[in-house]
């Protein structure tokens, strides 16, 4: 037998052995929590059988309760056994198909033999030998598979630097209980066994990928230093897989005091969420909290306001508002105000979501512990109880040193105390007797009964009759002042939305402080037709994208921050996405947090400022003493031909390197015509679909670009066309339409770009959107284009594409 032979048959024979006992695992844990569950049902049947409860001294009603007590240790002891063995034997049911799918040979310094050791999702002990017949790939031994080719090595434990050589360095597939693959390799881990992982068909939800994870990603992975991790990573390069891994390794390696609720994903969409929401359980651990920035805003803000969401946004800009071309009905002097208006908003967008406006706000607040406050007048059935002139007089009485929150905790206490005086003052009113007389009487026996509660020993009886209305008159009052006192524990008296509104109107009354003035001065040219266009929005109880952290922060300067220390780590996917302002505020909203930011600025799609700009503001968040950058340059998504294409579209594209996995060179087809652009792309689905991709997709600019390609589509196909909006709860398997920004962080096998012309994508604004799009396509893109294609195509080597003008490709067809 040749030593390849040998080899081989060790590790079957290894394979059989250890599945056998992990079977053997197995069929015990099912035991015992088959035992464990009719005991829990047992102690649930008879748990007052065992307690004997006898309260006739005070000595047996403290027996009784510890034996209550006792009991219900009994149960929550076995509850728990319950937990931790079906924990394990998930784990254990994982491990038995797949035990591991590594193996480094590690002889430490100073001893003789080496130790081989299996690298798996989890650990598995053989409890007889007490030796670890798989080690969890998280364990620190485990780090050298990622870390070292054969040769000199090290890695780190809780007790210091390990040294050693690590003899043998072979990588396993195996499924069912069969080693399917086996290969020794070198330096990286296996391109080989990587090219078979990426070549596989794209799935509607993220895989792990734990067994073909590269050196770089592993420093995203274990780094356990940073406050703040910034990665840098293009298209592809594995920004959210690493992060997800690294999610799992800081749960395993603080497993006393991290659990997967102290952890928070924020994600592009809620169909992301979806996506990724696997990826965890595969590795046997909890998901962590996953939610969207959006979500957060609607939930502070939906109480007060319409809260525009970013694709909303997003959709206004991108179709420029929908604003119709100067044509027929339609004087220029109206499109040109239309554009005028267009780009004033844009530069709102701009400004709004900068660390100039940031400044303007946090000035604005000093401001208003001088001057400025605005409050609503605290009402009852039409009269004053406080009046805004006596909210504003008690507010600027108290000392100016007081904080805007500690001074409005103390108008909540004054207020309380006018409200009662209010009370007092109206158990005579008209009102209060109509009130009582419309008492039912059932209401009349509560009151009777509650009262005589409430006055018992004050010498008060239900008797007199004018103790009797005046209890009564209490009641009522009380009972209908309740919401106005509500009001003032939340702090409703302060005019939030006047305060924001103000920001907008008193220019010249804010030009005469001179904190202000300095801040104002970066204000934009067009910045009177952003307030009119804001105070209308408010008018309406509408508050656009751009303003709504603005308005939370302002919100929290004035009211009070709220903050969440029970989050540990904080991790933003599409970081670049995030304005500075946004950024800033989830520090401050999580002050106990580290935090991982996963970027690419060649993929900031929103007209704000993005926080992965030139100046890097991110970089400031924590300062450079905490901060560490990792930057990822490998896009492994993608085939080599998809990668050549793609990052040539933007600027330092030179930079990204392809993964060496090869395909079809990426399609341009020209349309002439709408109606022959949906037959070429009817005809390129069902070519796709022929050649088996199991996920398709027809990515549009817009959301109503998506509809009208939906709409042409469907007749056109033999297989259902799904449609993605951005109401869409998950991603399907299949063929679908997806507007581009909805895409954001996902993959599908073919990618076919719905309308890549000079029209749809011809500005500079156009091209982030358009390399985000295209960089979705894992093994073909066909880009098809209504008359002239744009320029991010026509700018490259001719060499990186097949151009087809339609009309040929029809005719292949
Ligand atoms: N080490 C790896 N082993 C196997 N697959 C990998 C590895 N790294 C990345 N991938 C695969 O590459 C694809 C892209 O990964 P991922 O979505 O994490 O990248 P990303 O950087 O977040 O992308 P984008 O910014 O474009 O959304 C996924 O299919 C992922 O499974």
Not at 719 to 746: C, D, M, N, Q, R
């Amino acid at each position: 037998m040749s030593l390849l032979e040998q080899d081989w048959s060790a590790e079957k024979t290894r394979v059989q052995e250890v599945t056998t006992k992990i079977q053997t695992k197995i069929n015990g844990l099912e035991e015992q929590i088959g035992q464990v569950q009719s005991d829990v049902v047992d102690i649930r049947k008879h748990y007052w059988d065992d307690v004997t409860m006898d309260m006739s001294t005070p000595e047996d009603a403290a027996e009784s309760i510890a034996s209550i007590k006792q009991q219900a240790e009994v149960l929550s002891e076995r509850e728990r056994t319950h937990r931790q063995a079906s924990a394990a034997l998930g784990k254990m049911r994982r491990l038995v198909q797949s035990p591991y799918f590594g193996r480094i040979d590690f002889k430490e310094k100073d001893e003789r033999a080496s130790e081989a050791i299996y690298l798996g999702i989890a650990a598995f002990l053989d409890e007889q030998k007490e030796e670890y017949l798989v080690y969890d790939w998280r364990a620190p031994i485990s780090g050298l598979y990622y870390d070292f080719a054969p040769g000199e090595v090290a890695f780190t434990t809780p007790n210091g630097l390990v040294a050693g050589e690590m003899l043998l360095k072979r990588q396993f597939v195996i499924r069912d209980r069969e080693i399917r693959l086996m290969f020794d390799t070198g330096v990286t881990i296996g391109d080989e066994l990587l090219k078979q992982v990426l070549s596989r068909s794209s799935d509607a939800q993220m895989k792990t990928i734990v067994a073909t994870i590269q050196k770089e990603q592993n420093r995203i992975i274990r780094n356990d230093k940073a406050q703040m991790l910034i990665v840098q990573g293009v298209a592809g390069s594995g920004k959210t897989s690493a992060a997800l891994q690294r999610v799992a390794y800081l749960l395993y390696k603080h497993r006393d005091q991290l659990s997967s609720d102290q952890m928070v994903l924020f994600s592009p969409n809620p169909l992301f969420n979806h996506y990724v929401s696997t990826v965890l359980p595969e590795l046997g651990e909890e998901n962590m909290q996953q939610t969207t920035y959006q979500a957060y805003l609607e939930h502070r803000l939906g109480d007060r306001f319409e809260v525009e969401d970013s694709f909303t946004q997003l959709e206004y800009v991108l179709t420029r508002g929908l604003t119709p071309q100067a044509g027929e009905g339609e004087t220029l002097t109206a499109s040109a105000e239309a554009e005028r208006l267009y780009q004033a908003r844009l530069s709102g967008i701009r400004y709004k979501s900068s660390a100039d406006y940031l400044a303007v706000i946090q000035a604005y607040k000093l401001r208003l512990e001088r001057a400025g406050m605005q409050f609503n007048p605290i009402l009852f059935r039409e009269q004053e109880v406080v009046s805004t002139a006596r909210l504003i007089e008690r507010f600027y009485s108290y000392d100016t040193a007081i904080r805007l929150p500690n001074r409005l905790e103390l108008m909540q206490g004054w207020l309380l105390e006018q409200i009662e005086h209010f009370a007092e003052r109206e158990l005579e009113a008209a009102w209060v007797e109509d009130e009582i007389e419309l008492l039912g009487s059932e209401d009349y026996h509560d009151a009777f009964v509650r009262l005589r509660k409430n006055e018992r020993g004050q010498g008060a009886t239900f008797d007199d009759f004018d103790q009797e209305k005046i209890l009564l008159a209490r009641m009522v009052v009380k009972e209908q002042l309740k919401p106005i006192r509500a009001a003032v524990k939340q702090l409703k008296f302060v005019d939030m939305i006047g305060l924001y509104a103000q920001l907008h109107q008193d220019r010249k009354a804010a030009a005469a402080d001179e904190d202000w003035v300095h801040q104002i001065a970066a204000k934009p040219s067009c910045w009177s037709s952003i307030c009119a266009r804001t105070l209308e929005e408010l008018a309406q109880a509408r508050l656009p994208y751009e303003d709504a952290t603005p308005f939370l922060y302002l919100m929290e300067a004035v009211c009070g921050f709220q903050t969440n220390g029970a989050v540990r780590h904080v991790i933003i996917d599409e970081a670049q996405d995030y304005s500075p302002f946004q950024l800033a505020y989830l520090k401050r909203l999580f002050p106990r947090c580290r935090m991982t930011a996963l970027g690419d600025l060649n993929q900031a799609i929103y007209s704000h400022a993005s926080a992965y700009s030139e100046m890097d503001p991110i970089a400031a968040l924590y300062g450079p003493e905490q901060t560490e950058v990792i930057r990822l340059f490998r896009s492994y998504r993608s085939t080599r031909e998809i990668v050549e294409f793609t990052r040539g579209i933007v600027p330092g594209g030179d930079a990204i390197e392809p993964f060496t996995r090869a395909g079809a060179k990426p399609l341009v087809i020209q349309a002439s015509d709408r109606e022959s652009l949906h037959s070429l792309l009817a005809a390129e689905i069902a070519r796709l679909l022929g050649e088996g991709y199991a996920s398709i997709a027809v990515i549009a600019k817009t959301a109503s670009e998506s509809r009208l390609a939906h709409e042409a589509l469907e007749p056109q196909l033999q297989a259902p066309l799904g449609l993605v909006t951005k109401h869409s709860p998950a991603f399907e398997s299949g063929v679908l339409v997806i507007p581009s920004y909805l895409a954001k962080g996902v993959e599908f096998d073919a990618v076919l770009i719905y309308d890549g012309s000079h029209h749809q994508y011809g500005h500079e604004n156009d091209r982030k959107l358009f390399y985000t799009a295209c960089t979705r396509a894992m093994h073909e893109l066909s880009i098809f284009s209504l008359g002239e294609p744009c320029q991010w195509i026509t700018n490259q080597s001719t060499d990186t594409y097949e151009f087809v003008v339609g009309e040929e490709s029809e005719m292949h067809s």
